[in-house]
């Protein structure tokens, strides 16, 4: 076996460890099965949640089977129809940078979050070196603003682009991190 293709397989075979992990803890929620089906069928997903994964904390933000709904009724198409390039920028930006349960969410001032969306096409506010310096190098992503808390459970996340999202606070957790469910 060439050498090129030997480290090709370890990669794939290392990664299936933690896409294993991520999977198992994504698949034991029913009301994320449309995003477990996804997940299953995309590589690119797998690639994207487990590349640097060893190294960094993650906040997966996991949409519900109604963010599903609601994002095929808002664009006339349903997310499986989406390039795997659009996909990941899509997922890129439902990735936060560390580890984030329900309790970091109770801060009355809110929080402002790096993501790992960084196109800059996208990348309309970055975290700056406040947060920098708080998350690492790899914090220069677009930023999200979770509110207060809406109740117990609900928070209300705002993008650079007026967008809302709900966080459901499940606090799923997996090998590097945490997961968390979003509606609209």
């Known amino acids: ?10 990669i794939f ?12 803890s994504v698949s034991a929620v029913p009301q994320l099965s449309n995003f477990t089906n996804l997940y299953i069928n995309n590589p690119v997903l797998a690639s994207l949640l487990v590349t640097g994964s060893a190294t960094l904390p993650f906040t997966i933000l996991v949409p519900n089977n109604d963010a599903f709904i609601s994002y095929e009724n808002s664009y006339g198409h349903p997310v499986t129809a989406l390039s795997s390039e659009d996909l990941q920028t899509l997922i890129s930006y439902h990735v936060l940078v560390g580890h984030l349960n329900s309790d970091n969410f109770t801060n009355p001032k809110g929080l402002t979050i790096p993501t790992l969306l960084t196109e800059q096409m996208y990348n309309n506010r970055t975290p700056g070196p406040e947060l920098e310096d708080g998350f690492g190098n ?3 992503g677009q930023v999200v603003y979770i509110s207060p808390a809406v109740n117990s459970t609900a928070f209300l996340v705002k993008s650079g682009l007026g967008m809302n999202v709900t966080i459901l606070a499940i606090d799923g957790s997996w090998d590097n991190g945490w997961i ?5």
């Open 180 to 184: 968390q469910e979003v509606t609209e």
């Open 138 to 140: 790899n914090a220069g």
């Open 13 to 24: 075979l290392a990664s299936l460890v933690g896409a294993t992990s991520f999977l198992h």
């Open 1 to 10: 076996m060439p050498v090129a293709t030997a480290f090709f397989v370890t």
